[in-house]
């Protein structure tokens, strides 16, 4: 974990809300991945950027979801209106040296 | 986008045995990885082999990789109860820099 820090590490909300998941990467990576976990369905690759830039959003489960990375340091998914079914928790990862990643504790949203 | 599939789906051995963990894939890769998760915390790389290599050991574990049957074990020697978690590979191919994750074995190991 030591390589990634996200924030918050839990967040409670109801649905309809705004929620924004933070993604502070130590430096010198190349990749950043987003991803979410459920019991249902495993380990979902939601986006993922190579140098700053996203690369292939594909796994982004609907337009509700959005994810930025100004800078090599910090990376946002947003989740605007959130749902029940948004419910997991949500994992940012980078990749340095090339294929081996690093995980972040993660953050388990619960939307009521 | 699950490629892999590991079995069992949980294994439940006292602690002093050994525990061995298989993952099958679907499509040709660049290596195959182990990733171990604990109860509530992110996943943490164990070991990684190239599709050229047929085993590799680190420490108390040692990876074997069969790419003509497209599968992998991984084996836990002399268990210890901090070893107790998800087990995950994930295999990586062509230029793509994603990781192709099977769903997990789940590990416990009893004292």
């Known amino acids: 974990d030591a390589g990634v820090i996200q924030s918050p590490r839990h967040e409670v909300t109801e649905m309809g809300q705004e929620v924004t998941l933070r993604c502070k990467p130590i430096s010198g990576h190349d990749y950043l991945f987003w991803y979410r976990q459920t019991m249902m369905r495993g380990l979902e690759l939601l986006i993922y950027f190579n140098n700053n830039v996203p690369i292939d959003d594909s796994g982004m489960p609907e337009d509700r979801f959005s994810a930025k990375m100004p800078n090599a340091s910090f990376s946002t998914l947003k989740i605007q209106p959130s749902e029940p079914r948004d419910s997991a928790v949500y994992f940012c990862?980078?990749?340095?040296?090339?294929?081996?990643?690093?995980f972040g504790p993660g953050t388990r949203l619960t939307v009521l | 986008s699950q490629q892999g599939e590991e079995d069992p789906q949980a294994l439940s051995i006292q602690e002093g045995e050994n525990a061995t963990m298989n993952c099958s894939y679907k499509t040709s890769i660049n290596n195959l990885q182990w990733y171990r998760q604990n109860s509530g915390r992110g996943l943490v790389h164990l070991i990684l082999i190239r599709s050229n290599e047929r085993e590799k050991h680190s420490g108390r574990l040692r990876v074997t990789l069969d790419t003509s049957k497209k599968s992998s074990s991984l084996l836990i020697t002399a268990s210890r109860a901090a070893d107790t978690a998800s087990y995950f590979c994930?295999?990586?191919?062509?230029?793509?820099?994603?990781?192709?994750w099977g769903a997990g074995t789940k590990l416990i190991i009893k004292p």
């Open positions: 990862a980078i990749a340095y040296p090339r294929d081996t990643q690093y």
């Open positions: 994930a295999t990586v191919w062509g230029s793509n820099y994603q990781l192709i």
